[in-house]
């Protein structure tokens, strides 16, 4: 009998995902009861600029090449957030409706938006997403504050914008050069998902 394996969706923003965050999904795919099963581009001006669906499949498909276990063909779809009073970004209806007929077990939010809402209830096993989303700026406060260390987490979301820990961790801060104190800070934290 064949084991029931785990799908989980990706929320990004920007169509060139950083390599942290490509490492984070490799991870999660070495595993083989782990598949992508949709991809989510909110939304943006960047967005609207690209040539079509057929371009951002052609480049995502060039870099997960090489992805083991990438077997299944994943979907990918655009979705609108609407932000609300709370400066969460909550997603229309029709989205949610597109997004739950996937049948996703997690969520990882990759992108810039403070997600909120019923997106956070759709998944069994919720949305997550890394100390202010993909916002690493803290990691730049914690050199300019001379900060002896680097706080970092992964949260699973609720609604009431409350965040769980689902892992932390405290890292040296490397104070002389914001970009290795970052890369120090995210080769770490690409791990998590993947623990979790």
Same mark, same amino acid.
């Given at each position: ?6 799908? %989980?969706?990706? @929320? ?8 942290? =965050? ?18 989510? &581009?909110? +939304?943006?001006?960047?967005?609207? =600029? ?11 498909? @060039? ?9 299944? +063909? ?16 909550? %997603?229309?209806?029709?989205? &949610?409706?597109?997004?739950? /007929? ?5 969520? &990882?939010? &990759? ?8 997106? #956070? ?27 002896? #260390?680097? %706080? ?23 104070? +002389? ?12 934290? /690409? ?6």
């Amino acid at each position: 009998m064949k084991k029931k394996g785990l799908r %989980f969706g990706i @929320i990004y923003d920007n169509i060139y995902i950083e390599g942290w =965050q490509l490492n984070c999904i490799k991870k999660m795919l070495e595993n083989e009861l782990v598949e992508v099963g949709l991809m989510i &581009l909110i +939304d943006t001006k960047q967005s609207k =600029q690209t040539v079509g669906k057929e371009l951002l499949r052609s480049i995502l498909t @060039i870099k997960t090449t090489s992805f083991t276990n990438l077997t299944n +063909d994943f979907s990918i779809i655009e979705c609108h957030s609407e932000k609300t009073e709370t400066g969460e970004d909550h %997603f229309t209806k029709a989205d &949610l409706e597109k997004v739950k /007929s996937y049948e996703l077990n997690f969520i &990882l939010n &990759l992108s810039s938006k403070n997600i909120g809402g019923e997106i #956070v209830n759709l998944p069994e096993f919720g949305v997550w997403e890394f100390q202010n989303g993909s916002n690493l700026t803290p990691y730049f406060w914690g050199i300019y504050n001379e900060e002896p #260390v680097s %706080f970092a987490a992964l949260h699973l979301l609720s609604h009431q914008n409350e965040q769980i820990i689902l892992k932390k961790g405290y890292f040296s801060t490397i104070k +002389d050069s914001y970009k290795k104190n970052r890369e120090h800070i995210t080769s770490a934290i /690409s791990d998590w998902p993947a623990q979790v």
